[in-house]
């Protein structure tokens, strides 16, 4: 395939009508997919919502995004191309090159189109940033990050019960994740 004919076949997002260009994933970055694919996955065998892996999520005509992983739950959103309106839960695995964006211009464009749920993952420093969407803003539900001993010497024990490693994801009841597994095998 010619250089050309690559750059066509390339995939990217559009974000505030423009075209984006996505990068391809470091191998902790696929390691943390994989993980979460499997968590999550398992959780929803036989359940009414769905996982799905780096789908195309049409906002609307300028908003079209390809998340990390999404967890749909309304099964007239769910097309042979796509999801079309807002999952109720998605997560994005930062990278130096998406970091800012996923932060920034989607986090806004996921709050106002009302996922419910927003998984920001950190393979850097091994954390979770979980937003719950209230009243149509996102609310820091979390920050979920895996600790050196060393860094939590001097903690109070406040601060140590404070800092937890078990997530949950909002739209379950029952479905709690130990972040290390999130992490697991990544560098």
Known sequence: MAYNEAIEHSRYEIINGEEVM????VLDHIRIARNLTMIIGSYLRGKHCELFI????????????????VVVCDRDKIRADGIHG???????????RTGKKDIGVKKDAYEKFGVKEYWLVNPKDKSVTVYHNRDGKFVLDNFY????????RGMSEAEKS??????????????????????????
Not at 145 to 152: L, V
Request: aromatic share 10%; no cysteine; net charge negative.
């Open 86 to 96: 807002a999952p109720e839960l998605v997560i994005e695995i930062l990278s130096p």
């Open 162 to 187: 404070d800092h937890t490693l078990k997530l949950k994801l909002s739209l379950y009841d029952d479905f709690i994740v130990d972040v290390r597994e999130i992490f697991d095998k990544v560098n």
């Open 22 to 25: 996505l990068a391809r994933p």
């Open 145 to 152: 990050a895996i600790m050196e001993d060393f860094e939590s």
């Open 54 to 69: 780096e789908p195309d999520v049409f906002l609307d005509e300028d908003n079209n995004y390809i998340p990390d992983l």
